[in-house]
T-cell receptor, first 113, second 115 residues
Framework: GDSVTQMEGPVTLSEEAFLTINCTYT??????LFWYVQYPGEGLQLLLK?????DKGSNKGFEATYRKETTSFHLEKGSVQVSDSAVYFC????????????FGQGTTLQVKP | NAGVMQNPRHLVRRRGQEARLRCSPM?????VYWYRQLPEEGLKFMVY????????ESGMPKERFSAEFPKEGPSILRIQQVVRGDSAAYFC?????????????FGPGTRLTVT
């Protein structure tokens, strides 16, 4: 079945460092891909998405490109801030176009001043 | 426009009791999704409902779990005879339409602890 695999955390970086969080997927068909962010004690918020191969999603300095050939959707940011500390989830849309999401296990990012 | 509301935020139940989790979608949203997050794991899809209909319950455990989304009122996730393995965070999300063209808006979750 469809699945998402993310790099394990926690990822600890200094402020202004470059961020990469790896995400690969297995899916039948052509799913849409998403990155969600979860701040402590809160629900998930959509960070960015891409709906077809070679699309690049971007928001708040974060970017991810839908790579069909490598089945990947890695999250990147050029210069992280302390306020970016959170848990990041990669997800894909499940089959059947009902909108249900299949999530990776999440990667905790800690940014130190 | 208020966001997705879930209550209670924290729920403690003893083994064998029933747990009822409520979700009020955003105004104008008639599609609700429930997800469960076990400790140290990602979210797992449980069920997708529209008003008065269960559309996809492929992620629901076969026993003890049920969900509804009545014409009036919040969506309810009901867990009967809870066991320790039910301890998790349960998230509800809503969208105005199904499919991936529409963002799912998540509530803050209900953290269930079974003692």
């Amino acid at each position: 079945g469809d699945s998402v695999t993310q790099m394990e955390g926690p990822v600890t970086l200094s402020e202004e460092a470059f961020l990469t969080i790896n995400c690969t997927y297995t899916a039948t068909g052509y799913p849409s891909l998403f990155w969600y962010v979860q701040y402590p004690g809160e629900g998930l918020q959509l960070l960015l998405k891409a709906t077809k191969a070679d699309d690049k999603g971007s928001n708040k300095g974060f970017e991810a490109t839908y790579r069909k050939e490598t089945t990947s959707f890695h999250l990147e940011k050029g210069s992280v801030q302390v306020s970016d500390s959170a848990v990041y989830f990669c997800a894909l849309s499940g089959s059947g176009n009902t909108g249900k999401l299949i999530f990776g296990q999440g990667t905790t990012l800690q940014v130190k001043p | 426009n208020a966001g997705v509301m879930q209550n209670p935020r924290h729920l403690v139940r003893r083994r064998g009791q029933e747990a009822r989790l409520r979700c009020s979608p955003m105004k104008g949203h008639s599609h609700v999704y429930w997800y469960r997050q076990l400790p140290e794991e990602g979210l797992k899809f449980m069920v997708y409902l529209q008003k008065e209909n269960i559309i996809d319950e492929s992620g629901m455990p076969k026993e003890r779990f049920s969900a509804e989304f009545p014409k009036e009122g919040p969506s309810i996730l009901r867990i009967q005879q809870v066991v320790r393995g039910d301890s998790a965070a349960y998230f509800c999300a809503s969208s105005p339409e199904p499919g991936t063209s529409y963002e799912q808006y998540f509530g803050p979750g209900t953290r269930l602890t079974v003692t």
